[in-house]
């Protein structure tokens, strides 16, 4: 015998009891609270970025910047106010309707079982369709920011020019790759969707691409209103 | 007592997967095994970043001092901080997170043992990373806190601080998995009945020290992006000439470096919250207040951190806020201390080796406290900064602190661990050895620094009065090196031969010594239920429990999980290959001044490697279908 003997478990309670999965103390599946656990490090994350976006603010001894035109003192050449909020208005609106469709996505896995008698309820319940339209609109906002930053640098703001460059392009950069990663993760759980179908088993794996993809996407309206839309 | 040729104290049937052998450790998901590795990698780092002290000390132990090189010497400070926080202490206590976290709370292992397994991993290749090149003298030079513009390339051209920038983003890849995961396997695995309140201190203190993991480490990583970037693509984020602020690193470094001071030292904190109480014979005086205290420590943590730069001249606004909210970080501390002293007071007090690090824990730390929240005012922090003084004061804290703590718990749990003491009488050797030469060391160290000696100085002349102090001090590494050295011995010996030790040998109240030493590989045949804060204390029916011995438990046989029908994860080559890939990707990046077509093809295939290998991990399910 071990010296000790604990109290007598709980039968249901027991990592391998009757219901199946394992024993978790809050009942929530481990990887929802890994996700939430990943997205408060992200917090911290960005805000060192916009933080450093904002000290940087007005800071860079040459232009061009984002919100007023430039005058370079030896050629005389006029650098106009870099930033297009018309256009990435447009891109923010995408990425936005792309959080819409994902949640319609998750619910769609959700409900995979329910009967779908009307073309609506086909419509809202394909998992497929939805994550397709969340992928492309992911796909399309980085096509956004490729246009956005080729067209930077035509105009001649690389991340090398001044302080406004380094920072602009590294914070949404780094938005963007996350929006690239999401990407890549939403089109493998497609792959499998068209391998063997996602299941409403599967709907806690949709689940956490799905906060991840809401949190870069709130992240994004942050960045927007900070970098964008604040002169 | 029994002899060392006793039989051991149960044996078990065979296990399912080989316990022996390189490849099952290669593959290991176990927790307690990852635990064994992270020990066994730590102390070899302590042993290496001791060795590079020694060196610094053989060059100050006279005037104008001979031994190494300027630029030897700038390498081997460098290295000899950032090996001891990120390579030594840290994962010191990492083996501990792992080893422990999981018994105290009840689970059979943590949350994602695969990503735990890669947590280690990425430790072990990204020390291995930075630690390399002093072997070669291209170490990094800049100092552990790698101060920009310093450590821009303007002014560090060289490839040493490439290996510090990337280094130590390979290493917080590793620390941030692990915080997810503990963070996790804490809030969710814990046994039925096994309310917060009634969670071990050591796990509360961990669980303190994950989530300033969790929120530390992404700014420092944003910190050293910036560099990198700076480094490798002439962004100007710390170019002073471009309109940079001199003080962006330094505030994004120390917004991480005073969280990780509590990240280094409240696990040590734990674990002689479980010494004190069991070798006193008492419960932990005040655990809520322990809790908060901890819990205040943490959230303080994240507001102090400009007390390191008081001499950049922020103005007196700023320097009076984080001069109030040093001092106010030294209240909870303080109240620990009370509170361990309390917990010994009137007990029935046991000097096992265990016991005495832990007390000299409290001593130890109490004087570098002192000293500490000495440099909370700004005007005596004029004096100190950058001088020996805060040499002394941070080794009390860290090596007075931090490592006898992380070596009390090492006693207290290794008949645990392995089933066996560690012997007393080579303890007693390493215990008195380390605390003469700790104090011989970094004693003398306070007088040199407020008679005005500069840290990181190379050589220093005669006749200003430090000559004794610093040969008092290159005295005392020679004895800490002794110590550790029958540290050493002692873990090799008992390892091998040590007395065997049963399931619960020190009469302890939780409940990872309720199972057997060493515990099966699914820690617990049935989950326990928990119903007090000191299970085995409260069990008894008297209110201490007695040690147990070896002969109680002989003829126990364990019964293996798959005789319990419980599932374990499969072991996995995984997430190895994955970590490799990281790293293979990283080292890319040296080369993108010299050859930018070889960088880029190894970075592009250290990507497609590493991200092959994640969906190969992913595909596979951790265990069997059951």
Known sequence: ?231 | MATIAAAPPYTTAASEYSNTGLWSWLTTVDHKRIGALYLVTSLIFFVIGGLEAFLIRAQLAVPNGQVLSADMYNQLFTMHGTTMVFLAIMPLSAAFFNYLIPLQIGARDVAFPRLNAFSYWIYLLGGIFITVPIFFAVAPDGGWFGYAPLSTRQYSPQINMDFWVLGLQILGISSLAASFNFITTIINMRAPGMHLMRMPIFTWMSFVVQFLVALAFPVITVALVFLQFDRFFGTNFYAIGAGADPLLWQHLFWVFGHPEVYILILPAFGLVSEVLPTFSRKPLFGYPVMVYSGILIGFLGFGVWAHHMFSVGMGPIADAVFALTTMLIAIPTGVKIFNWLATMWDGQLRFTVAMKFAVALVGMFTIGGISGVMHSSPPADLQQTDTYFIVAHFHYVLFGGSMFGLFAGLYYYFPKFSGRFMSEKLGEWHFWLSLIGMNLTFFPMHFAGLLGMPRRTYQYDAGQGIELFNLLSTIGTLVLMLGTLFGLINLWKSWKSGERASSNPWGAPTIEWAIPSPPPEHNFDELPNITSRYPLWDLKGTVIAKPTTVEEEAGFVQKTAKQLHIPMPNPSILPLVTAAGVLFMFSGMLFTDSNIKLAIGIMITGAVWWIGALYTWLMTPLEDAH
């Not at chain 1, 809050?26 to 990943?38: H, M, P």
């Not at chain 1, 399309?140 to 460059?165: D, S, V, Y």
């Open chain 1, 1 to 231: 015998m071990t010296a000790t003997t604990l109290p007598a478990p709980d039968a249901a309670a027991d990592g391998h009891g009757h219901g199946g999965g394992h024993y978790t103390t809050l009942g929530l599946d481990n990887r929802k609270i890994a996700i939430w656990t990943f997205i408060g490090s992200e917090c911290m994350l960005f805000a060192s970025l916009i933080s450093t976006y904002l000290i940087y603010k007005g800071r860079s001894i040459k232009g061009p910047f984002p919100h007023e035109p430039w005058t370079e003192p030896v050629t005389g050449k006029v650098f106009p106010a870099i930033l297009d909020i018309p256009v990435t208005s447009a891109s923010t609106f995408v990425l936005l309707m792309s959080s819409f469709a994902m949640v319609l996505a998750l619910a769609a896995v959700q409900n995979k079982q329910l009967p779908k008698h009307t073309l609506g309820d086909k419509i809202l319940g394909s998992s497929k369709l939805w994550l397709w339209v969340t992928c492309l609109m992911g796909v399309m906002f980085l096509g956004f920011q490729a246009f956005e930053f080729t067209a930077f640098i035509r105009e001649g703001l690389t991340i090398r020019t001044n302080l406004f460059g380094s920072s602009f392009f590294t914070l949404t950069g780094f938005h963007g790759a996350h929006v690239a990663v999401g990407v890549c993760w939403l089109f493998s759980l497609l792959a499998i969707d068209y391998k063997r179908g996602l299941q409403p088993s599967d709907a806690t794996n949709v689940d956490i691409a799905a906060l991840y993809w809401h949190f870069v996407d709130v992240i994004w309206i942050v960045i927007f209103t900070l970098v964008y839309l604040i002169k």
